[in-house]
Nanobody, 122 residues
Framework: QVQLAESGGGLVQAGGSLRLSCDVS????????MGWFRQASEKEREFVAQ????????YYADSVKERFTISRDNAKNTVYLHMNSLKPEDTAVYSC???????????????WGQGTQVTVSS
């Protein structure tokens, strides 16, 4: 059974930092690209970042470039999202997901976690 479990969300003040983790079980993480998405209240799901299988290639939404960093540890079956200089507009539920190719579209991702809430206060 494939499971993706996000953790690390919480309440943080603007300008602060958080590190999200996505623990994956039931599949060989090395065979998948991994992505992070977010969904704010009453808004559509939005692409945040993607990392290649080996971790050598990363892609970011313009809104998070230079502030967020995606990384992975295949030995631990874990993907991370380091978020710095957080802004109130970063408030959302953040979810990780698996992919087999580069894409920013949620429909191109297969397995999803339940998400973790990130709230940034001003």
């Amino acid at each position: 059974q494939v499971q993706l479990a996000e953790s690390g969300g919480g309440l943080v003040q603007a300008g602060g930092s958080l590190r999200l983790s996505c623990d994956v079980s039931g599949l060989d993480l090395r065979t998948y690209r991994m992505g992070w998405f977010r969904q704010a209240s009453e808004k559509e799901r939005e692409f945040v970042a993607q990392i290649s299988r080996g971790g050598d290639l990363t892609y970011y939404a313009d809104s998070v470039k230079e502030r967020f960093t995606i990384s992975r540890d295949n030995a631990k079956n874990t993907v991370y999202l380091h978020m710095n200089s957080l802004k109130p507009e970063d408030t959302a539920v953040y979810s990780c997901a698996t992919a087999t190719a580069y894409s920013t579209r949620p429909q191109d991702y297969g397995y999803w976690g339940q998400g973790t809430q990130v709230t940034v206060s001003s």
